[in-house]
C-alpha cells in the first residue's frame, strides 16, 4: 500500500513539473508508469523468457505491448520480421490480425445500433433478402444478428476450403453458397465459433450504411481512433512476412499475402501494436459515443458482457469479445489465426490493463505469452495502479460494529480481520463466502463481495443510541444486534 501511495505522489509531482516545463501529463504519466523499479523487474523477467522461446522453439519473431487505461505503457520487437533479409521485428511492424477483425466488425453493430439503424434482435433475412439456408430443426426461428455476433448461430464456421487452398470466396461466391448449407445446430443450442456468420455481419453493416465494410471501418473506427497504420485487405509496405509452423524437419515456409475478399469483416485486418493498443484503450473509456469514444458506456458494457457459455462453462463470447476467466480474474478479449500469423489480446477492465500480442507465424501460441504478460508486467502496472491506494483508511473505532446481529429470517455476524470488517452467516456449512464491508467515510461502509446476488452493492449503516450499537441496517432491511 505504501508503495502505491508514492507512486500517486510521484504521479502528481512530475504531472506538476511536466506542466512547468511544457511536457504533456500523459507523456509523463506513462513515463513514470514504466520506469517503476517493478514494472522493469516484470519486463526484463519476461523479455528473458521471451527471447527464450524464441530461440528454443525457432519463432521468427514477436511484437507486444501493454496498455494501462489510454497509454500504451511499454512495448517492444522481439526476432525478425523478415528472416531471409534478418530484418528486426519491431513495434511498428504490421501484421495480419485475422479474427480480430470481428471486434470492429461487432463495433460497428453497435454503432449502427446507437442510430437506430439495427436491433440486435432483427432478423438477418432482414436486411440480406437472399439470406437462406437449410435449418437444422423445420421449427428453427430466423437467426438473429446478434446471434452472428455472439457465435450463437448454430452456422457453420467455415465457406469452403479457403484454409487449406487459401482461396477466400467473394461476396458473390458467399451468397450462391447459403441455398445448399445447413447449419450445424439451431441458434442458441451451443456456442459455436462462425467466420461465416461474421461475413454476413459484415454484409449487414455494407446494407445499412451504404458503403463497404473496409470504407466504413476506415470512416468510423479508425480514423476517429487514430489508428492510421491500420487497414483492409491490402499488401501494404512494413507487414510482417507470414510464415509457417515449423515442420518436423525444422523449416518454415513463407506464406504470401493473401486477401480475405468477402470474408474480410471476419479475417482481413492489418494492424500494429500501437494501433490495436488505440482500440484496447477505447474499452476503457467512459461518456457518449463522440470522436475518440467510438461506442457510449452502455454499449461497451454490452458488448463485454457474456452473452453464450461454452456448455462446459469455461469460457463464453459477449458481442465480439471472448469471455474467460482465469483464477478469480474476468477477461475480455479475441485471438486470430490467418496464414502465417497468430495474434491475442487479452483484457482486464477492472484494472484497466490490456496487453497484445502479435507473431507472424502459425504456431507460436500467442494466448500463452499474452498470460505470461499479463501476469509478469501487466500485473506490475495493476498493482501499482491500483485505484484501491484512495480507500478511506481504516479507523480503529470500527471495531464497535462487531457483533451478532439477528432477524426473523437470518443472523448476521460482523469480524474484525486486519484492519478489515467481514461479514459472515453464523449458520453457513463454510466461511468461503463472507462479505466484506468497504469504508465510505462518516461510519457508512458498502457490502462488497467477489459474486453478486442479495444485497451486494448496498449501504451498511448502523445505529448506536448512548454509545451503544443496537442495530444494522444494509440497504432497506435491518438485523437487531444481540446484547450480551
Known amino acids: 500500500m505504501i508503495k502505491i501511495k508514492l507512486f ?12 512547468s516545463l511544457g511536457i504533456p501529463a500523459a507523456a509523463a504519466q506513462e513515463d513514470s508508469i514504466s520506469d517503476d523499479p517493478d514494472v522493469q523487474g516484470q519486463i526484463r523477467l519476461f523479455s528473458a523468457w521471451l527471447e527464450s522461446q524464441i530461440t528454443y522453439r525457432g519463432l521468427p519473431g514477436i511484437a507486444v505491448g501493454v496498455v494501462y487505461d489510454q497509454e500504451l505503457i511499454w512495448s517492444q520487437g522481439f526476432g525478425l520480421a523478415n528472416i531471409a533479409t534478418n530484418q528486426a521485428m519491431t513495434t511498428d511492424t504490421k501484421f495480419r490480425m485475422a479474427s480480430h477483425s470481428k471486434l470492429l466488425t461487432a463495433t460497428a453493430i453497435m454503432q449502427l445500433r446507437e442510430q437506430g439503424l439495427v436491433r440486435l434482435d432483427d432478423p438477418v433475412s432482414e436486411y440480406l433478402n437472399w439470406f437462406q439456408l ?22 457453420p464456421r467455415e465457406a469452403g476450403a479457403h484454409w487449406s487452398d487459401f482461396e477466400f470466396p467473394t461476396q458473390e461466391q458467399l451468397m450462391d453458397l447459403f441455398p445448399e448449407r445447413q447449419a450445424s445446430f439451431s441458434p442458441e443450442v451451443r456456442w459455436k465459433y462462425s467466420n461465416l456468420a461474421y461475413s454476413l455481419a459484415g454484409m449487414v453493416i455494407e446494407k445499412v450504411s451504404g458503403e463497404s465494410w473496409a ?3 476506415q470512416g468510423n473506427i479508425f480514423a476517429p481512433l487514430g489508428m492510421t497504420a491500420s487497414s483492409v485487405d491490402l499488401d501494404v509496405p512494413g507487414l510482417a512476412t507470414g510464415y509457417s509452423r ?34 484496447v484503450s477505447a474499452q476503457f473509456r467512459q461518456g457518449p459515443r463522440g470522436g475518440e469514444q467510438i461506442l457510449s458506456t452502455p454499449s461497451l458494457r454490452e458488448m463485454h458482457r457474456v452473452r453464450m457459455l461454452e456448455n462446459d462453462w469455461s469460457r463464453g463470447n459477449g458481442i465480439g469479445f471472448g469471455v474467460y476467466r482465469l483464477d478469480d480474474t474476468v477477461y475480455v478479449g479475441h485471438s486470430g489465426g490467418y496464414p ?4 491475442n489480446t487479452m483484457i482486464q477492465l477492472d484494472s484497466k ?3 497484445i500480442v502479435l507473431t507472424n507465424t502459425n504456431d507460436s501460441n500467442p494466448v500463452d505469452i499474452s498470460r505470461q504478460l499479463m501476469s509478469t508486467v501487466g500485473q506490475a502496472v495493476a498493482e501499482l495502479t491500483d485505484e484501491d491506494s484512495e480507500l478511506i483508511p481504516w479507523d480503529p473505532s470500527w471495531e464497535r460494529f462487531t457483533g451478532l446481529y439477528r432477524g426473523v429470517f437470518s443472523d448476521n455476524q460482523v469480524v474484525l480481520l486486519n484492519e478489515q470488517l467481514v461479514v459472515i452467516s453464523p449458520n453457513a456449512r463454510n466461511i468461503d463466502d463472507s462479505t466484506s464491508l468497504e469504508p465510505l467515510g462518516n461510519d457508512l461502509f458498502l457490502l462488497n463481495a467477489p459474486t453478486g446476488g442479495g444485497r451486494i452493492g448496498e449501504v451498511v449503516r448502523f445505529v448506536e443510541e448512548d454509545g451503544q450499537v443496537l442495530r444494522m441496517f444494509t440497504g432497506d432491511t435491518y438485523l437487531d444486534r444481540v446484547i450480551e
Open 8 to 19: 500517486f505522489i510521484k504521479a502528481t509531482v512530475i504531472s506538476f513539473l511536466a506542466f
Open 215 to 217: 470504407d466504413y471501418i
Open 353 to 355: 490493463i490490456g496487453v
Open 134 to 155: 437449410q435449418a437444422a430443426d423445420h421449427e428453427d426461428p430466423p437467426i438473429t444478428i446478434e446471434q452472428l455476433l455472439s457465435h450463437r448461430s448454430g452456422l
Open 246 to 279: 515449423r515442420m518436423p524437419d525444422g523449416s518454415r515456409s513463407i506464406i504470401p499475402f493473401i486477401d480475405a475478399r468477402g470474408m474480410a469483416a471476419a479475417t482481413g485486418l492489418t494492424s500494429t501494436v500501437g494501433d490495436m493498443a488505440k482500440f
Open 340 to 343: 502465417g500469423y497468430t495474434t
